[in-house]
């Protein structure tokens, strides 16, 4: 049996489950009244690996769906966290791996929309909340890989910018929230992948900063948010990969330091 532990850090109850055997992807979820519950993907041996949930007790542990039944597995990643709701990527063996949501109950959890119809997959990923939304990447079958949005409904999902227009897709990654902003990075087809912000439309996403000017991309990678700036790694040609920063704006988005002189990278 995979065991379950409780784990108490500052006052506040945790869960650490321990990856052995089938179970993987663990979500830990804000606290519940005093508890916190956690979706994971585990394998029962019977049902295949699919979309459980645990409040650290065995009674409270269980399969939540059977989204691909019998002994076939849905797979549930990408899991996150939006509102009262769990937003997942899971494949029913009809749709491929699309944009699946739960509350936590059998009822409750449903495919949102198949957007890549067919049994193809849309890969939704990188998913972040934005002014009541969620962003994140997916592929529908015709504008490769591009910013999407959703509500929660399957008319409310829809594609939110080509960014790079035909097939080839901007691919955006990494999407992180800062305040009412989304930043991501994205290869537009004309400067390369950079650093994007969006507001959660399509009028409000647009390229922040070409910071290695030209089609040459700068890296852009790790991105967190510390105190309202986005600091991430970025290569701006001159001074190799570095410590970057910033505050939604042109003129503050800047290196904060070049931490390695010269062309070579500090990280």
Same mark, same amino acid.
């Given at each position: 049996?995979?065991?379950?532990?409780?784990? %108490?850090?500052?006052?506040?109850?945790?869960?650490?489950?321990?990856?052995?055997?089938?179970?993987?992807?663990?979500?830990?979820?804000?606290?519940?009244?005093?508890?916190?519950? $956690?979706?994971?993907?585990?394998?029962? $041996?019977?049902?295949?690996?699919?979309?459980?949930?645990?409040? &650290?007790?065995?009674?409270?542990?269980?399969?939540?769906?059977?989204?691909?039944?019998? /002994?076939? /597995?849905?797979?549930? #990643?990408?899991?996150?966290?939006?509102?009262?709701?769990?937003?997942?990527? =899971?494949?029913?063996?009809?749709?491929?791996?699309?944009?699946?949501?739960?509350? +936590?109950?059998?009822?409750?959890?449903?495919?949102?929309?198949? %957007?890549?119809?067919?049994?193809?997959?849309? *890969?939704?990923?990188?998913?972040?909340?934005?002014? +009541?939304?969620?962003?994140?990447?997916?592929?529908? +079958?015709?504008? =490769?890989?591009?910013?999407?949005?959703?509500?929660?409904?399957?008319? &409310?999902?829809?594609?939110?910018?080509? #960014?790079?227009?035909?097939?080839? $897709?901007?691919?955006?990654? *990494?999407?992180?929230?800062? +305040?009412?902003?989304?930043?991501? /990075?994205?290869?537009?087809?004309?400067?390369g992948r950079e650093l994007w912000v969006s507001d959660g439309t399509a009028k409000g996403t647009r390229l922040l900063k070409d910071i290695n000017r030209g089609r040459d991309s700068s890296f852009l990678a790790h991105f967190s948010e510390v105190d309202g700036l986005?600091?991430?790694?970025?290569?701006? &040609?001159?001074? =190799?990969?570095?410590?970057?920063? /910033?505050?939604?704006?042109?003129? $503050?988005?800047?290196?904060?330091?070049?931490?390695?002189?010269?062309?070579?990278?500090?990280?």
């Amino acid at each position: 049996m995979n065991p379950v532990f409780r784990l %108490i850090i500052f006052g506040l109850p945790l869960l650490l489950l321990i990856a052995c055997g089938d179970i993987y992807h663990t979500e830990l979820e804000e606290p519940t009244e005093g508890i916190t519950a $956690g979706f994971f993907q585990a394998s029962d $041996g019977v049902s295949g690996k699919e979309l459980w949930r645990t409040d &650290g007790t065995a009674k409270g542990t269980f399969r939540v769906s059977d989204i691909n039944p019998g /002994s076939d /597995s849905a797979r549930p #990643i990408n899991l996150f966290r939006s509102e009262d709701a769990l937003l997942f990527a =899971g494949n029913d063996g009809v749709t491929g791996f699309e944009l699946w949501c739960s509350d +936590g109950t059998e009822q409750g959890t449903r495919l949102i929309k198949d %957007i890549y119809p067919g049994p193809d997959s849309a *890969y939704p990923l990188f998913m972040v909340r934005c002014r +009541g939304q969620v962003l994140f990447a997916a592929d529908d +079958g015709d504008f =490769g890989k591009e910013l999407w949005v959703s509500d929660g409904t399957d008319q &409310g999902t829809t594609l939110l910018l080509d #960014i790079n227009r035909g097939r080839e $897709g901007a691919r955006p990654y *990494y999407l992180t929230r800062v +305040g009412d902003l989304v930043f991501f /990075s994205a290869d537009d087809g004309i400067h390369g992948r950079e650093l994007w912000v969006s507001d959660g439309t399509a009028k409000g996403t647009r390229l922040l900063k070409d910071i290695n000017r030209g089609r040459d991309s700068s890296f852009l990678a790790h991105f967190s948010e510390v105190d309202g700036l986005l600091f991430f790694r970025a290569d701006d &040609g001159r001074h =190799g990969r570095e410590l970057w920063v /910033s505050d939604g704006t042109l003129d $503050g988005t800047r290196m904060v330091r070049d931490i390695n002189p010269g062309s070579s990278p500090s990280t």
